[in-house]
Structures are given as C-alpha cells and as structure tokens.
C-alpha cells in the first residue's frame, strides 16, 4: 500500500486517483487553492496537470519531491494550432520534466487513456483500458504498476522514459481524432496482449 | 472498383493486397523480380516495402507514378538501435516520400496495422481492425476508403499528411512492444468508435 499524491482535481486526476484507492491505495488531492502546508506528498506524485502547469509544481515542491516517483501524464498539445506539440520534436513533455526534475524518478504514464476510459476501466464499456509507463527507472515503474494491482486497469511496461515521445505521440492523435469526431471521448486505442 | 498496384510481396503486401481484392478491386501484384514492362500501375498504389526500398521505386517508375495514388505503409524504425526512427524527429517517411513523389497523391495507411490484423481482420482474434488514413489530398482519401469498403476493415480519417508523424511513432512504439514480448504480433492497438 502506498501513499500516492495527485495534484490536479480535474476529470484525469480523480479518475487516476480512484484507480489507486481501488488498488487500496491511501490518496491525497492537491487542488491550485490547496495551501502548501496541507499537502501531504507520497511515494508516488501524479501530476495530473495541463503540461503548463507542471514546471511550477516542480519548483514549488522542489525539496519534497526529492526521492519520490513522478508521474507525468501530460500531452503537451498546441491547443492554438491542434497541429503539433510545444515540445521540441526529438523530445517529449517527459524528458523536458526530466531535466527539471532531476532528483526525482520520473514515469511516463495515463496519457494515452482517456479519462472516461480509466474511470470505467473500460474503453468503449467493452475492452479492459491498458495503461502504458516508460521509464528509465525500472524500480519506480514496478512500484506503480504494483500500486494499481487491484485496479482493474491493465498496466504494460513500455520501455524506457524514451519512449514517452510515441506515448505523447499516440496521446496526441487520439485527442486530434476524438476532437475531430471520428472516435468518442469514451472510446480511442485499446491494447490487446 | 479499382486497379490496385501492390509492390512488395511480403506479409503486408499480401494481406493489403487480399484485402483490396476482397473489396472487389483488381490487384496486381509486384515483386524485386518483376520485369518493368509486366508491371502495371493502378490508380491506386502501394508501397508495401521496406522504408529504405521506396526511393528506388519512385525513381523507377517516375513517369508510370505521376498522378496516382501513392500508399505509403512503411514505419522507418532504425532496426540497428532499436530506439528510434532513420527520419528526422519533426518530419515522418510519408514527408520524407512526399518531397520525392511530388506529382502523386500521398496516403499514409496500414502502418499502425499488424500483418495478421490485417489477414483476420481482427485484432487477437476479436476486435474489427481499422486502417487509419493520413493524406492532404482528400480525394485520395475518400478514394481509398471506398477501394475498402466491403473487405470488412474499419477505416478511419486521421487528418492531414502531417500526422503520418504520430501514426508512425504509433507504429514504431507497437513493434517495440510485440519485439518485447509484451504484446504478441496478432495483438496491438485496436481503435474503438
């Protein structure tokens, strides 16, 4: 059983959240009007945040970060254009964090799974939601895939942090399609083993 | 109906090919062997080759190519690394190939599609494959979904040429996951409406 932090109330974080008490994990929920000292950071930091706002979490929490597992879950769309990411191309969101948070152990993670579908464990009520990590830390990958044993969600390693730069990339066209109409918000890209 | 050129006669190229015929298109089939003058060029063609086999053929059949359909399947995954793609990282193999062919009518398709998704028409045996289609040109678009209709493939619009780039980060991080074991080549990612 872990003590698992998400930062962010919004459809993401909550759907996160539930996916760890289900597993009986113990979690704790930062909004933006959470006064500092009520924040109780655990093991495992979800930073269930837009992509903009995660750099002054990072700089704000600097010091109770050090050590614990961050999970980042961004997809860093251009919401102007809906046609690329803010990230540079041969990066991702993942490792700009990275650099940043570098006394930390940072997992890619949740952000090609719609909220609706990690709500339900289901995507489309039909197929069981899989949730992909990258990490160059593989200690830190299997500690969260075994947090969410008992979720209900299935958890596959999808290498290292790496990586992160297709899972943003997959995250991306799957918003670009349901926004385009082609796919639901309840639906999208399922993974069959 | 259509005549549907298909160059490469491996696993992909059969089972695209198949598909089209079970469509009710006429397909003509070629491989490194076939003599130039038994080639025949549909109006739609694919190239169901290794992405480093395709300038070859552009540059082979540039006259027979001008105006026609160009299908482009290929995932340029750097097979010697493993860990990334020979195209440059804001660019993708449907870009790279459109500067070449710039009298045809690019499509990017079936690369995020298994050989065996496509030959079952399933993905592991239970849910409908969807080719996903990428292209400027609408109309090529429009064509080669209607070349599909009634192969019993899903086919769904992903937008411009510019998302060829997350289609094959998509593609690259699928076969990395069938290459670790983690997924098997019948499986992958399924697209749920």
Redesign the interface.
Known sequence: MMNVTIFGKGNMGQAIGKNFEDAGNTVHYVGSATPKNEVTIGEIVVLAVPYPAVSSILANFAEELKGKIIVDITNPVNFDTF??LVV???SSAAAEIAKQATDSKLVKGFNTTFAATLATKK??G??QTTVLLASDDQEAKKIVTEALAGSDLAV?????L??A???E??G??QI??AA?E???WT???????
């Not at 639906?187 to 083993?193: A, I, K, L, T």
């Open positions: 046609d690329d540079p191309a041969d995507v489309a039909q197929h596959l390693d999808a290498g290292s790496k990586r730069r297709e899972l990339a997959m991306f066209l670009s399609l385009a082609k796919i639901s639906g999208g890209f399922g993974v069959f083993h």
